[in-house]
């Protein structure tokens, strides 16, 4: 059998009559050969066209969840300085209130607010700074009678020191 006809099948000559016999050229491709490279071309534009969505639809989302976790975090790195500058005046305005080791705890958590990287979110060290001004915080909080249960302990009349020290909550 030549390349490119199909064997076995005699087809009269045209012109012949019908009495001469020939090899007809045929395509040697499978007859659903069209139909199926018409499906692997659509697949193809719609692999092309779900990756080109989805890489939209990704920068969308990471955008809007990059947005949220950023307003949380500044929200809480806020807070802090917040918490800071607080202290900072009740202790100007007076002395004596804060004991001398939370002063310590208070200027540690400033110089944490000043390195942290608030506009280098790439950053390794954010989440580690997060972690330190959390536990600095807790502690400064807790000692100066701030933390969530100081306002049920007063208002029960607890009888520890720390329950019985003026509680700087407003």
Known sequence: ARAGYVVGHLLPAQGSGGSETC????????PFDSAHSLE??????????GRRDGLRAGLIEGRTLGLQKGFEIGLEVGH????????RALQQREPGRIPERQQHNIAAMEQMLLQYPLHNPQDELIDELMEQLRGKYKTVAAALGMGPGA????????????????????
């Open 151 to 170: 306002a049920a302990a007063a208002a029960a009349g607890g009888g520890s020191d720390m329950q019985q020290q003026q509680s700087l909550s407003f």
């Open 80 to 87: 802090y300085a917040g918490c800071v500058r607080m202290w």
């Open 23 to 30: 090899w007809k050229r045929y395509d040697m491709a499978d």
């Open 40 to 49: 692997q071309s659509h697949i193809q534009e719609g692999e092309r066209d």
